[in-house]
């Protein structure tokens, strides 16, 4: 005779199979999940996905009145002079106050404007540059990524070489990422003319040389959300 047991204990068996017995503890998460997804996939909808422009034109006051217009515009000083790192890594680098002085030592001494930089240079205090464009800490952002495959910074900040004072020119939305990984062409440009502001990638380039910088360099953004939320 069989007991019950010995009857129901080979049923058990598959089913185990299917569902590890550790697979238990994932169970409440997948729940909140479930739960979490369409409240999470609205957000993204009504915020993410629409043309939302939060912070366009934003201009914090800087402790020094330092020109962008001067610098790169008119003294023509590349972007990478200064932003050092834009190429490399994900952070583009803000100058130490050295930078300035291998300059500021000789030229225009006399400046009330450059004050904070003998003082930040004598006392051997970092500049407090106040921050103008900033992404929330749950998104990750690399410069590296962009600027060598042929994004120029013009893409995403404008004509810096024209402002007196940086402000933000673009929304920084996800909305506005995707849009552009979703087809980045019309944004491509040489590599050697990433820092060049005034280059137009629509109008300079003929859109055979776009497609070819497309698949010369195999240019294919992804969309996944782990690319910028990890
Ligand atoms: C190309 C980069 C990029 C990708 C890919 C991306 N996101 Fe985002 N996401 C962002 C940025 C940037 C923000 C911050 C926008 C802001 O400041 O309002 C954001 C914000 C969010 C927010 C907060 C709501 C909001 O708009 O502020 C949620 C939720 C979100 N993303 C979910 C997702 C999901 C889900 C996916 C995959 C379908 C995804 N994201 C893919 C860049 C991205
Ligand atoms: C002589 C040095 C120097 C050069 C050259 C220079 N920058 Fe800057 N840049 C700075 C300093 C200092 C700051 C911080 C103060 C400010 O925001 O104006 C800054 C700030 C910025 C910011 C804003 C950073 C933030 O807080 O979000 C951007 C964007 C930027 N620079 C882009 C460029 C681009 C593009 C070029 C080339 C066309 C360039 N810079 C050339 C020194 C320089
Ligand atoms: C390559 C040399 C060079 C570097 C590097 C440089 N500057 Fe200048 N800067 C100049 C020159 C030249 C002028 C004068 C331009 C003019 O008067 O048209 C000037 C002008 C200025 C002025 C205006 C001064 C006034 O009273 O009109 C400020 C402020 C300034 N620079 C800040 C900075 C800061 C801050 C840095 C570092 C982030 C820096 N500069 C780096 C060459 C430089
Ligand atoms: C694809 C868009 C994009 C391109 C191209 C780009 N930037 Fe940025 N930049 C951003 C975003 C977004 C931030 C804010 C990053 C954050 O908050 O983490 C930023 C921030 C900065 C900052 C502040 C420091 C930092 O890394 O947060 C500087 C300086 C800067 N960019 C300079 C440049 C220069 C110079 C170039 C061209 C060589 C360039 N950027 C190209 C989007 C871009
Ligand atoms: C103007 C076009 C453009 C904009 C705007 C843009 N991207 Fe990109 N992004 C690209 C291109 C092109 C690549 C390189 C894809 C490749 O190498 O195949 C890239 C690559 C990346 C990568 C690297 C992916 C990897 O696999 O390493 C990250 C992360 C990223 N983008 C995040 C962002 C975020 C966050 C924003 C918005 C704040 C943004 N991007 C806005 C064009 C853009």
Redesign the pocket.
Known sequence: MRTPNEIDGPLETPVRFVFPQWSNALLPAVIVMMLVAPIYAALVLTYGLSPVTHNVGYMPT?P?P?S?KI???ELG???R???NTVEDAAK?A??PTQ??MTCHAQVQTQSEALKPLWESYSEGTA?R??????LPDFVYFNHSAHVERGVG??SC?GR??QMD??F?SESLSMGWCLECHRDPEPNLRPLDQV?N?AFDPLVDQSAEARRGLLEGLRITPSEGCSTCHR
């Open positions: 800087q020094i330092f962008h610098h790169a515009g000083l590349d972007c002079y200064c932003h583009a803000i100058p930078t300035c500049i540059w106040q921050r103008v464009h900033d910074c013009a900040h810096i070489d004072v940086v933000q820092t502001l």
